[in-house]
Nanobody, 128 residues
Framework: DVQVRESGGGSAQAGGSLRLSCTAS????????MGWYRQAPGNECEKVAN???????YYGDSVKGRFTISQGNAKNTMYLQMNSLKPEDPAMYYC??????????????????????WGQGTQVTVSS
């Protein structure tokens, strides 16, 4: 089974940093992209960043220049370095193996065509 586990969430001050980690198993890493998503209460699920199987990266406009996605030395580990945190960054952050299809604007809603389940997520809060 494909499994992912997020960690590293917590609280930081605005302008501060946090690093999220994702450990995944149960699939061939060279064959799938991996992404970070987030969802704040009342907001739709947002794709924050993507790390492709060929090493290219994608960032959502809201985090570009502040967040960095990377793969660990062990390919089953992925990180999201979040710098210059803003009051609009607090959310539940999810790591996911692609492909991933957002159902009803909700990150954790499972679509039959998703590759593997959503993880439990890790909460990020930002204090001003």
């Amino acid at each position: 089974d494909v499994q992912v586990r997020e960690s590293g969430g917590g609280s930081a001050q605005a302008g501060g940093s946090l690093r999220l980690s994702c450990t995944a198993s149960g699939f061939t890493f060279d064959e799938h992209d991996m992404g970070w998503y987030r969802q704040a209460p009342g907001n739709e699920c947002e794709k924050v960043a993507n790390f492709s199987s060929t090493g290219t990266t994608y960032y959502g406009d809201s985090v570009k220049g502040r967040f960095t996605i990377s793969q660990g030395n062990a390919k089953n580990t992925m990180y999201l370095q979040m710098n210059s945190l803003k009051p609009e960054d607090p959310a539940m952050y999810y790591c996911a193996v692609e492909p991933r299809h957002i159902i009803g604007g909700t990150c954790s809603a499972q679509d039959p065509t998703d590759f593997g389940d959503w993880g439990q997520g890790t909460q990020v809060t930002v204090s001003s």
